[in-house]
């Protein structure tokens, strides 16, 4: 009888073999690992070649909205026959505080944040069209697709709860202060929901250096491609606008981590992406780290000096 029970032909006796397998392999209690979870192996600093090369297009391309930004403003209030100066930090308007009219304040300070709604509109029609491109531009376009958004959904929260700039809108309109606390949760929820809808884009960045992109090293790439250049664009941002310091300026660039957060909740759960199979190159892109440096300097000097309108 025990023979018969531990023969190779009986189905005990296999069963007795796989978990004594098991359990030599330490996986009796766990899932094995799926193809695309397995450890690849990369160049020596490869991720810290995408988080440099990443950190510059952050910085370009904040430099391209934020002065957008304050153009539309300036040229806004110039049709109301406002004088102005754009500095590096802000925009000077030239007129007595008594002077503002509600039709003034409502479109100097609207204007603006609508303009960044439709320019980040724009740049995603434009970045759907090019999403399977290999190009860096494409990343200058998505963080410029985020700064947009950022300043826009960010100036509207941040705005209303600290009663600068959007929130002067809503003060002249004479919102009170619990639509306003209303108004800020839901464009939290917003910003947030924006993230989860977007969250592709930003993987699809991923094909400039790799062919696939896998479980096992998702959430690293994200971590070097937009959460680092976010924290060190942020830290660069204040040093660039010293010794000027505006609690406004940096809670709303801040407030983006809203829409940076699902990127990594996601990335825990979403299934694998493959690209192609053309050979890629993972290198510093010199030309663009020269570009956006001149663009820094110019930006200090010229707008340091003021720019008037």
Do not use: C
């Not at 998505?142 to 700064?147: E, G, Q, R, V």
């Amino acid at each position: 009888m025990p023979k018969r029970l531990f023969s190779p032909d009986n189905r005990f006796y296999i069963a007795y073999r796989k978990i004594r397998f098991l359990v030599s392999k330490g996986t009796l209690f766990s899932l094995p690992e799926v193809d695309g979870s397995t450890k690849k192996a990369f160049p020596k600093g490869t991720f810290r070649i995408i988080s440099m090369n990443s950190f510059f297009m952050f910085m370009l391309a904040y430099l391209v909205v934020y002065l957008l930004n304050l153009f539309i403003t300036a040229f806004t209030a110039t049709l109301f026959d406002i004088p102005t100066v754009v500095y590096y930090d802000r925009v000077d308007f030239l007129i007595r505080g008594i002077d503002w009219t509600t039709d003034m304040v409502t479109g100097v300070f609207s204007v603006g944040v609508v303009a960044m709604f439709v320019l980040a509109l724009l740049l995603l029609i434009l970045y759907a069209t090019v999403a399977t491109e290999t190009g860096i531009l494409r990343l200058l376009v998505l963080w410029m697709i985020y700064h947009a958004l950022t300043r826009f959904f960010g100036s509207i929260m941040v705005g209303a709860l600290m009663g600068k700039e959007f929130g002067h809108v809503l003060l002249y309109m004479y919102v009170t202060d619990t639509p306003k606390v209303i108004l800020s949760i839901l464009v939290f929820v917003i910003m947030f929901t924006a993230g989860l809808l977007l969250f592709q884009l930003f993987l699809f960045s991923a094909n400039t250096y790799f062919n696939d992109l896998r479980r096992s090293y998702r959430f690293r790439f994200l971590f070097n491609q937009f959460f680092i250049p976010f924290l060190l664009g942020n830290f660069f941002i204040l040093l660039l606008k010293a010794p000027k310091f505006s609690y406004f300026d940096s809670s709303l660039n801040i407030s983006g981590i809203l829409i940076m957060i699902p990127l990594f909740v996601r990335s825990v759960s979403f299934h694998d992406m493959y690209f192609d199979e053309e050979p890629r190159t993972i290198r510093i892109r010199a030309q663009w780290i020269a570009v956006t440096i001149v663009f820094l300097v110019l930006f200090r000097i010229v707008f340091g000096i003021g720019v008037r309108l």
